[in-house]
């Protein structure tokens, strides 16, 4: 199974501070008709999870252009610039190329 | 609009058999795949399987030996069945469509197991 590796696992921010998290795969993800399967979700507070970035960096309908998506074969960037409230929650980063479809452990985002 | 709900006994005693429905609206399953996702109590997502558009069924290597999946067209179901449940097992099950992958999601089924 391809092995999805998130970090850091946690990050404290302060609002309107900008971070990354970093989603690292063991095997290339870029398909046979060409195209990566790797999307960001986040999962807020009691909810579920919520489709932020798919295909490396296309923006979710609905979502905020402060989100933006980055990379190439095993090597992801998920940017938030200006954090808002809203932002908080885990982050996971899921691979949709290879079965079985595997998620990383999450990045827990939270006020500083 | 596009809406799954999931739904399931809530308590099943160990060694026991899950069984969960995931109920669409707004699309049908003929045309999306629906996976099944799950998230042991506290921690991360784990991808369990899906039911294709076309009926074709994928699972995840870890849990192939306990998981059946399956669905009802005309109720636009999607059914999971999973025996000989352990402690470990409990966490909240969600299905979500794939195509225009984990854009929707249910609510989520929380399941227990205990005795």
């Known amino acids: 199974d391809v092995v999805m590796t998130q970090t850091p696992p946690s990050l404290s921010v302060a609002i309107g501070q900008s971070v990354s998290i970093s989603c690292k795969s063991s095997?290339?993800?870029?398909?046979?008709?060409?195209?990566?399967?790797l999307h960001w979700l986040l999962q807020s507070p009691g909810q579920s999870p919520k489709l932020l970035i798919y295909q490396v960096s296309n923006l979710g309908s609905g979502v905020p252009d402060r989100f933006s998506g980055t990379g190439s074969q095993k090597d992801f960037t998920l940017k938030i610039s200006r954090v808002e409230a809203e932002d908080l929650g885990v982050y996971y980063c899921v691979q949709a190329t290879h079965f079985p479809y595997t998620f990383g452990a999450g990045t827990k985002l939270e006020l500083k | 609009q596009v809406q799954l709900t999931e739904s399931g006994p809530g308590l099943v005693h160990p060694s026991e058999t899950l069984s969960l429905t995931c109920t669409v609206s707004?699309?049908?399953?003929?045309?999306?795949?629906v996976y099944w996702v799950r998230q042991p109590s506290g921690k991360g997502l784990e991808w369990m399987g899906r039911?294709?558009?076309?009926?074709?069924?994928s699972y995840n290597s870890a849990l192939k030996s306990r998981l059946s999946i399956s669905r009802d067209t005309s109720k636009n179901q999607v059914f999971l069945k999973m025996n000989s449940l352990q402690t470990d097992d409990t966490g909240t099950y969600y299905c979500?469509?794939?195509?225009?992958?984990?854009?929707?999601w249910g609510q989520g089924t929380l399941v227990t197991v205990s005795s």
């Open positions: 039911m294709r558009y076309n009926g074709d069924t």
């Open positions: 095997q290339s993800l870029v398909y046979s008709d060409g195209k990566t399967y």
């Open positions: 979500t469509r794939g195509g225009d992958p984990f854009a929707y």
């Open positions: 707004g699309f049908s399953l003929t045309g999306y795949s």
